[in-house]
């Protein structure tokens, strides 16, 4: 073995996303003197990681291809890997993504490259089609993804199962790794609650939070139809939406056309969410399909309540403080159950235990683990 693991991160794009906001921050975290961290990307057109990356030493390859169909623009990227990793000699390719192509573009390479672990990280289930055909595929990838891979890491039980084979689950293989913070950043803080609601111009108002992408898979559309329920019966009720994408403007123009709007915050995104969380009285998700959110761990943390769609698995449920429901239940029954969600839990021994399984210091020695132990 080198004097450094040389591990090569596989990921869609250096944007803000969920996958990417993982690999950041395990790689500011891990010991870069034990381990030689680089990136292989296939979209350049999000680069928000890119100089911080690069400024630390690390190198990121673009890896694209102009093919429009999506299988054969897959074996093209699996060949340029293929040659990144041999020229360059890594002992691991780390390939994160939701859907299984993104999966296989690194994994495969790993896999027909002589001397190289391939681990596979499943952060999403993606959206279920529930068709024969796409039921029958998914099968095939399964089977196929389980084969090939050293390790198969997964977010949350939901995520493994929509990418691995039952028996790969039970076996030694198989990690859930924790989506995991910096706890202290997200820990309530009462003079921080008062400073965001006076930025906002809010004081005894009942503040229903949601942060994530304004797009389809978040869901927002659904929300804003549950706040003008919501106003029929606490008129000082306020939503603040933090995030940024293509529906934000067709969301504004909603939330006007409703006559809802002077009660709605769109932030756009922002580089200190753990400060809005404060201000709010309860967190709310309506996504049509998700992983494990990182908003979930940070607004529990918080020790803020949630209501959440039933389409996200129970294990984000860390403290008992979470609602599900179903999207097929109607606006008033949503409206229900946000506005009776009760308050902050209170701190406790067990709050400081959970808390730890989800600090980024102690996952980021976990992978490290993994990594040295798949070499071994």
């Given at each position: 073995?080198?004097?450094?693991?040389?591990?090569?991160?596989?990921?869609?794009?250096?944007?803000?996303?969920?996958?990417?906001?993982?690999?950041?921050?395990?790689?500011?975290?891990?010991?870069?003197?034990?381990?030689?961290?680089?990136?292989?990307?296939?979209d350049d057109s999000?680069?928000?990681?890119?100089?911080?990356?690069?400024?630390?030493?690390?190198?990121?390859?673009?890896?694209?291809?102009?093919?429009?169909?999506?299988?054969?623009?897959?074996?093209?990227?699996?060949?340029?890997?293929?040659?990144?990793?041999?020229?360059?000699?890594?002992?691991?390719?780390?390939?994160?993504?939701?859907?299984?192509?993104?999966?296989?573009?690194?994994?495969?390479?790993?896999?027909?490259?002589?001397?190289?672990?391939?681990?596979?990280?499943?952060?999403?289930?993606?959206?279920?089609?529930?068709?024969?055909?796409?039921?029958?595929?998914?099968?095939?990838?399964?089977?196929?993804?389980?084969?090939?891979?050293?390790?198969?890491?997964?977010?949350?039980?939901?995520?493994?199962?929509?990418?691995?084979?039952?028996?790969?689950?039970?076996?030694?293989?198989?990690?859930?790794?924790?989506?995991?913070?910096?706890?202290?950043?997200?820990?309530?803080?009462?003079?921080?609650?008062?400073?965001?609601?006076?930025?906002?111009?809010?004081?005894?108002?009942?503040?229903?939070?949601?942060?994530?992408?304004?797009?389809?898979?978040?869901?927002?559309?659904?929300?804003?139809?549950?706040?003008?329920?919501?106003?029929?019966?606490?008129?000082?009720?306020?939503?603040?939406?933090?995030?940024?994408?293509?529906?934000?403007?067709?969301?504004?123009?909603?939330?006007?056309?409703?006559?809802?709007?002077?009660?709605?915050?769109?932030?756009?995104?922002?580089?200190?969410?753990?400060?809005?969380?404060?201000?709010?009285?309860?967190?709310?998700?309506?996504?049509?399909?998700?992983?494990?959110?990182?908003?979930?761990?940070?607004s529990q943390i918080?020790?803020?309540?949630?209501?959440?769609?039933?389409?996200?698995?129970?294990?984000?449920?860390?403290?008992?403080?979470?609602?599900?429901?179903?999207?097929?239940?109607?606006?008033?029954?949503?409206?229900?159950?946000?506005?009776?969600?009760?308050?902050?839990?209170?701190?406790?021994?067990?709050?400081?235990?959970?808390?730890?399984?989800?600090?980024?210091?102690?996952?980021?020695?976990?992978?490290?683990?993994?990594?040295?132990?798949?070499?071994?």
């Amino acid at each position: 073995m080198r004097e450094k693991v040389r591990v090569l991160q596989s990921v869609g794009s250096l944007g803000v996303g969920g996958n990417e906001i993982f690999v950041m921050n395990f790689f500011r975290n891990i010991n870069k003197d034990k381990f030689q961290i680089d990136f292989v990307i296939y979209d350049d057109s999000r680069m928000d990681f890119y100089d911080e990356i690069i400024s630390s030493g690390s190198k990121v390859y673009i890896c694209k291809s102009n093919v429009k169909n999506q299988y054969l623009d897959t074996i093209i990227k699996i060949i340029k890997v293929k040659k990144i990793l041999l020229r360059n000699k890594y002992d691991i390719i780390h390939c994160h993504s939701c859907s299984f192509l993104g999966l296989f573009r690194g994994a495969v390479a790993g896999k027909i490259s002589k001397g190289i672990k391939v681990i596979s990280h499943s952060h999403n289930p993606g959206m279920p089609k529930n068709k024969f055909m796409d039921n029958l595929i998914r099968a095939v990838f399964k089977y196929f993804l389980s084969y090939i891979v050293d390790s198969g890491l997964a977010c949350s039980d939901i995520a493994a199962e929509s990418k691995y084979t039952n028996k790969f689950i039970k076996s030694k293989k198989f990690i859930i790794v924790n989506n995991s913070i910096e706890v202290k950043k997200f820990l309530f803080n009462e003079n921080i609650r008062k400073e965001m609601r006076e930025k906002y111009n809010i004081s005894n108002e009942f503040v229903i939070g949601n942060i994530g992408r304004l797009e389809f898979q978040k869901n927002q559309e659904y929300l804003l139809k549950i706040f003008k329920e919501i106003k029929k019966k606490n008129n000082a009720a306020k939503l603040i939406i933090i995030g940024e994408g293509s529906l934000e403007s067709k969301l504004k123009k909603y939330a006007k056309d409703k006559g809802i709007d002077n009660d709605i915050i769109f932030t756009g995104k922002v580089d200190d969410c753990e400060k809005y969380y404060n201000m709010m009285d309860v967190f709310v998700l309506t996504s049509r399909y998700e992983g494990f959110p990182f908003v979930m761990v940070e607004s529990q943390i918080n020790r803020l309540p949630s209501v959440v769609s039933s389409a996200i698995t129970k294990s984000v449920n860390i403290f008992n403080n979470v609602d599900f429901i179903s999207l097929e239940k109607d606006e008033k029954e949503w409206a229900n159950r946000i506005l009776n969600s009760g308050s902050r839990i209170n701190y406790s021994s067990d709050y400081e235990n959970k808390c730890k399984n989800y600090d980024l210091q102690y996952q980021t020695k976990e992978l490290e683990k993994i990594y040295l132990e798949l070499l071994n």
